[in-house]
């Protein structure tokens, strides 16, 4: 789900401390011109960590990094700022009748309401690639503060040489987007949980050397529900878009590390392209890298586009749960890459359309043959048929009003 771009879950920072029970380092001589802050002692911590973390990050300190503190009501200005940004009114409409007609979301939904409240009860701090400046709580305890700290500084470095504002720019289309999403979020999250670690145990941490640490890190979240109700009442679709970075992205950038000499940082090359590389790194390193495909859907005309984007493997794999249950989860194994307009007649009637493209035959037909099992449980009328898209193994669903629709779809450049 593409909407505003990733606001820290800071809540995942404050439940590893706490499971970690974090210690902070012994105290160094500070190299107090990499800061600027008004804070003098925010300032010296900060310098203490940025080399150390760089470093750790296998990414260079081009420039200082500014960082201050704010009060809980001026962070939260600073998110309904950003959502009126990133995701205004009739665009978040729009969204929200996308998933309600794919039976991912009530159409009722306030989404904008609903990401407000979730990020709001969490925030505690968070880099803004806007300002290139870090802003931290100002009435937390430094030992709940520090793994946000670290966390956050971790995204400062990012950006002096990989500019998170363009990686994850709505341009680049939803799987894009999220995907990018995981690499930083993940990056940030190991160099945060090595850090953390090696300053308990006194000694080097590696933690790629894990089967898949997002297998590790998910029971740290089963208290969640209690601690963020929101973030626990929202949809499936919600919950999964805003842990996936976290968890996927951490077990992404570990494979990266196992894989790669010298643990780079998940950038450039090793910038993951889609979901689907996320979830299977080695559809990125290993020998022949699977690449998503773009598709452009021309619409018919008369018929007004309101909405496009696409769904990703990952939400493929949410839409296949939540009409199916989770075992039918596999069924979205094959995908290749997808494009859904939402559209409108001229009578004002709506309906949403989705093409996606298969790796094989064999799995496009697996996909169409179990999702057809829950047409009638869509929120309208339905169809699923399967045809050749962009002179591929290709599927259409169509949901709601518009009548069945002959499209132009065909394969377009990278986002």
Same mark, same amino acid.
């Given at each position: 789900?593409?909407?505003?771009?990733q606001?820290e879950m800071?809540?995942?920072?404050?439940?590893l401390?706490?499971?970690?029970?974090l210690?902070?380092c012994?105290?160094?001589?500070p190299?107090?011109t990499?800061?600027?802050?008004?804070?003098?002692?925010?300032g010296?911590?900060?310098a203490?960590?940025?080399p150390?973390?760089?470093?750790?990050a296998?990414?260079e300190?081009?420039?200082?990094?500014?960082?201050e503190?704010?009060s809980?009501?001026?962070?939260?200005?600073?998110?309904?700022y950003?959502?009126?940004?990133?995701?205004? &009114?009739?665009?978040?409409?729009h969204m929200?009748?996308?998933y309600?007609?794919?039976?991912?979301m009530?159409p009722e939904?306030?989404?904008?309401?609903l990401?407000?409240?979730?990020?709001?009860?969490q925030?505690?701090?968070?880099?803004?690639?806007?300002?290139?400046?870090?802003f931290?709580?100002?009435?937390m305890?430094?030992?709940?503060?520090e793994p946000?700290?670290?966390?956050?500084l971790?995204?400062?470095v990012q950006?002096?040489?990989?500019n998170l504002?363009?990686?994850t720019?709505p341009?680049?289309g939803?799987?894009?987007q999220?995907?990018?999403?995981a690499?930083?979020e993940g990056?940030?999250?190991?160099?945060?949980?090595e850090?953390?670690?090696?300053?308990?145990q006194?000694?080097?941490?590696?933690?790629s050397?894990?089967p898949?640490?997002?297998?590790?890190?998910g029971?740290?979240?089963?208290?969640v529900g209690a601690?963020?109700p929101?973030?626990?009442?929202?949809?499936?679709i919600?919950q999964?878009s805003l842990?996936?970075?976290y968890l996927?992205?951490?077990?992404?950038?570990?494979?990266?590390?196992?894989?790669?000499?010298g643990?780079?940082? &998940?950038?450039?090359?090793?910038?993951?392209q889609s979901?689907?590389?996320v979830?299977?790194?080695?559809h990125?390193?290993?020998p022949?890298p699977?690449?998503?495909?773009?598709?452009e859907?021309?619409?018919?005309?008369?018929?007004?586009?309101?909405y496009?984007?696409?769904?990703?493997?990952?939400e493929?794999?949410v839409?296949?749960?939540?009409?199916?249950?989770?075992?039918?989860?596999?069924?979205a194994?094959?995908?290749?890459?997808?494009?859904?307009?939402?559209?409108?007649?001229p009578?004002?009637e709506?309906?949403?359309?989705?093409?996606s493209?298969?790796?094989?035959?064999?799995?496009?037909d697996?996909?169409?043959?179990?999702?057809?099992?829950a047409?009638?449980r869509?929120?309208?009328p339905?169809?699923l048929r399967k045809?050749?898209?962009?002179?591929?193994?290709?599927a259409?669903?169509?949901?709601?009003?518009?009548?069945?629709?002959s499209?132009?779809?065909?394969?377009g450049? &990278?986002?």
């Amino acid at each position: 789900m593409a909407g505003i771009r990733q606001v820290e879950m800071s809540f995942m920072a404050v439940v590893l401390a706490l499971a970690l029970a974090l210690s902070a380092c012994g105290p160094r001589a500070p190299d107090t011109t990499l800061v600027i802050s008004s804070d003098p002692v925010l300032g010296n911590r900060v310098a203490e960590l940025l080399p150390v973390l760089a470093e750790k990050a296998g990414m260079e300190l081009v420039r200082p990094v500014r960082v201050e503190q704010r009060s809980r009501q001026e962070l939260e200005g600073y998110l309904r700022y950003k959502l009126d940004k990133e995701l205004p &009114p009739e665009r978040a409409r729009h969204m929200s009748r996308s998933y309600a007609l794919l039976g991912l979301m009530d159409p009722e939904t306030d989404l904008r309401g609903l990401l407000l409240s979730v990020y709001s009860e969490q925030v505690a701090g968070f880099y803004d690639p806007d300002s290139s400046a870090l802003f931290v709580l100002d009435d937390m305890p430094m030992e709940l503060l520090e793994p946000i700290l670290i966390h956050e500084l971790v995204h400062a470095v990012q950006d002096q040489t990989a500019n998170l504002d363009s990686l994850t720019s709505p341009e680049r289309g939803n799987d894009r987007q999220a995907a990018a999403q995981a690499a930083i979020e993940g990056h940030a999250t190991l160099v945060m949980l090595e850090y953390m670690a090696e300053q308990i145990q006194g000694r080097p941490v590696d933690l790629s050397v894990l089967p898949d640490i997002s297998q590790v890190l998910g029971p740290a979240l089963e208290g969640v529900g209690a601690q963020y109700p929101a973030l626990a009442s929202a949809p499936t679709i919600v919950q999964e878009s805003l842990l996936f970075p976290y968890l996927k992205g951490a077990s992404f950038v570990a494979a990266l590390w196992e894989a790669r000499p010298g643990r780079p940082a &998940p950038f450039q090359q090793f910038l993951p392209q889609s979901t689907k590389q996320v979830l299977d790194p080695q559809h990125l390193l290993g020998p022949d890298p699977d690449w998503p495909t773009e598709l452009e859907i021309v619409p018919p005309a008369g018929l007004e586009v309101l909405y496009e984007n696409t769904l990703g493997q990952k939400e493929t794999k949410v839409l296949l749960e939540e009409q199916l249950g989770v075992g039918w989860r596999v069924l979205a194994r094959g995908w290749s890459g997808d494009r859904f307009l939402l559209l409108r007649d001229p009578g004002g009637e709506d309906g949403l359309v989705w093409a996606s493209v298969w790796d094989s035959k064999e799995e496009r037909d697996r996909f169409v043959e179990g999702l057809r099992l829950a047409l009638q449980r869509f929120p309208a009328p339905g169809t699923l048929r399967k045809e050749e898209v962009a002179g591929r193994p290709g599927a259409i669903l169509q949901v709601g009003s518009l009548p069945e629709l002959s499209l132009e779809i065909r394969e377009g450049p &990278p986002r």
